[in-house]
């Protein structure tokens, strides 16, 4: 079974999920490629800012998959 992660923070798109969680068996997080844009859509101003802001939203995603960095 498959359950499409979509946290508040994921620039949305018809075309695909921000990551996909899947249950049958063991669980798996898929994450989809994240890039360095914030949720207003605003984009970081230089490659570090967003670096950063990739990273949050591949944290978002995973939060959304109840996992985090850090398993």
């Keep these: 079974m498959f359950h ?6 994921a620039q949305t ?12 068996f063991d669980e ?3 994450v989809s490629g994240q890039v360095g844009v914030r949720p207003d859509g605003t984009i970081g101003q230089d490659i570090i ?3 950063q802001i990739a990273f949050e939203n591949v944290e978002a995603v995973l ?3 109840r996992l ?3 398993r």
């Design 4 to 9: 499409g992660l979509e946290p508040q923070r």
């Design 13 to 24: 798109s018809p075309f695909h999920s921000a990551g996909i969680r899947v249950t049958h």
């Design 28 to 30: 798996l997080v898929v």
């Design 49 to 51: 800012e967003q670096t």
């Design 63 to 65: 939060a959304e998959g």
């Design 68 to 70: 985090d960095l850090g």
